[in-house]
C-alpha cells in the first residue's frame, strides 16, 4: 500500500491538513523514508528509516548557539526571507514516532547573520502525540564558509541530544562547505507561499 503525499502546489495550510491527515494515516503502518520520498512522493509499506537510513548523523553545534531558547513555531516574525515551513517526524531507531520530544532550531537570517543577543530566529518546539514537529521560518543565506543550513538539537523524554545540521539540496555552495553532508539534505518541496522543508529525525 502507498499513501501519495504530494504537496506540490498546494497552499502551506493545505499541505499542513495534508501532511496531518497523512501522518495520522501512517503512524503504526509505515513511515515515510526521506529518500523514497524524494524519488517517488509515496509511502512504502514497511518503515524505512532503519534498514536504509539508520540513525540522523549529528554533526558540530557550531559557534552561535543559545541557551534557553524560547518555545516558538513561528520565526516569520522575526525577520524577512523566503518561507520555509520545516517539518517532519522524530523516530527512534525502530522508526517509532517518539511525542513530546524537544526540536530546538536556529539559523541565520536571510543575510546570513545570527541574532547573537536576542532570539530571533531560535526557537524550540516539542512533537505532538505523533511525533511530529513544525517550524515556520525562512530559507537562511550563507555566511564565511558556510552554505545555507539550519542547526539543530532533538532531545527526546528522558535521553540524550542529537546536535546536527539540515542542508538544501539546490544550493551550489554544498560542494565547497566541508562540512556538508548529503545524508542531511531536506526534501524541498515549492508552496504557493515558500517552499516546505521536510526532515525525519531517527535518534539512536
Ligand atoms: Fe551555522
Sequence with gaps: MTIDLDLAGLSRRSALKGWFA???????????????????RTLPAT???????????AMTEGPFYSEN?????????????????????????ACTPIANAIVDLWHADSD???????FNMRGYQRTDGQGRYYFDTI????YAGRTPHYHVKIT??????????LYFPDEPLN????LFDSALLMNMHPASDGEIG???FVLA
Design 22 to 40: 497523512a501522518g495520522s494515516a501512517l503512524i503504526g503502518n509505515s513511515i515515510l523514508s526521506p529518500v523514497s520520498y524524494a524519488s517517488d
Design 47 to 57: 518503515p524505512a528509516c532503519g534498514e536504509d537510513i539508520g540513525p540522523t548523523r
Design 69 to 93: 531558547p524560547p518555545e516558538k513555531r513561528n520565526f516569520r516574525t522575526d525577520t524577512g526571507g523566503t518561507p520555509v515551513t520545516l517539518l517532519g517526524y522524530v523516530l527512534n531507531a
Design 112 to 118: 546570513g547573520r545570527y541574532d547573537n543577543q536576542g
Design 139 to 142: 530559507r537562511p543565506a550563507e
Design 156 to 165: 527526546p523524554p528522558n535521553g540524550r541530544t542529537l546536535t546536527t545540521q
Design 175 to 178: 560542494e565547497l562547505d566541508h
Design 198 to 200: 521536510r526532515f525525519d
